[in-house]
T-cell receptor, first 116, second 114 residues
Framework: GENVEQHPSTLSVQEGDSAVIKCTYS??????FPWYKQELGKRPQLIID?????GEKKDQRIAVTLNKTAKHFSLHITETQPEDSAVYFC???????????????FGQGTRLTINP | GAVVSQHPSWVICKSGTSVKIECRSL??????MFWYRQFPKQSLMLMAT?????????EQGVEKDKFLINHASLTLSTLTVTSAHPEDSSFYIC??????????FGPGTRLTVL
């Protein structure tokens, strides 16, 4: 089955600097890669996602890159703000209709702290 | 976006009792629902996948007789933790999706077993 590795586990950056979180996946059949932001005690919130037919996607200060060959994808947050502080999770899934598929497998999470 | 609710939002129970958690898709029909468990400072671990009208598919290491899942309709799935013990204390989160869509997460249920 799919295995997703996420690094680093903690990340501290100064306000205004950029933050990068990296993930690798194992299943070449995975073709959907979302990123979630989770605040304490809350549900994961989708912040950006990318499908395998695209190498990069950007939404304001957030961007995601995907390297299918190397099986890794990264989250980039620019001009970080204190409200970006949270735990971020990457995940991988296949959208193929196969029994047991279409489930999200999550990385271990990165606790991001933005220092004012 | 689509709305998924969970009930209750938190529950405290005594060891040995059973607890039922509901997951509802409020404005769409969910062909598939997923149940996750999240321990403090850890990631979301998939427990099982349920499709309406069929038996749930459990992940390796998850006891199907302890975590009973019923997906009786396209808008409701329930997770029953039977004979709960303190080690079952966790944050339980469901997600729901239609075929081809991304999943939508519920707000989670905090279970504390005394």
């Amino acid at each position: 089955g799919e295995n997703v590795e996420q690094h680093p586990s903690t990340l501290s950056v100064q306000e205004g600097d950029s933050a990068v979180i990296k993930c690798t996946y194992s299943d070449s059949a995975s073709n959907y890669f979302p990123w979630y932001k989770q605040e304490l005690g809350k549900r994961p919130q989708l912040i950006i996602d990318i499908r395998s037919n695209v190498g990069e996607k950007k939404d304001q200060r957030i961007a995601v890159t995907l390297n299918k060959t190397a099986k890794h994808f990264s989250l980039h947050i620019t001009e970080t703000q204190p409200e970006d502080s949270a735990v971020y999770f990457c995940a991988a899934s296949t959208t193929r209709v196969i029994q047991g598929a279409q489930k999200l497998v999550f990385g271990q999470g990165t606790r991001l702290t933005i220092n004012p | 976006g689509a709305v998924v609710s969970q009930h209750p939002s938190w529950v405290i129970c005594k060891s040995g009792t059973s607890v039922k958690i509901e997951c509802r898709s409020l404005d769409f029909q969910a062909t598939t629902m997923f149940w996750y468990r999240q321990f403090p400072k850890q990631s979301l671990m998939l427990m099982a996948t349920s499709n309406e009208g069929s038996k749930a598919t459990y992940e390796q290491g998850v006891e199907k007789d302890k975590f009973l899942i019923n997906h009786a309709s396209l808008t409701l799935s329930t997770l029953t933790v039977t004979s709960a013990h303190p080690e079952d204390s966790s944050f339980y989160i469901c997600s729901a999706r239609t075929s081809g869509s991304m999943p939508f997460f519920g707000p989670g249920t905090r279970l504390t077993v005394l």
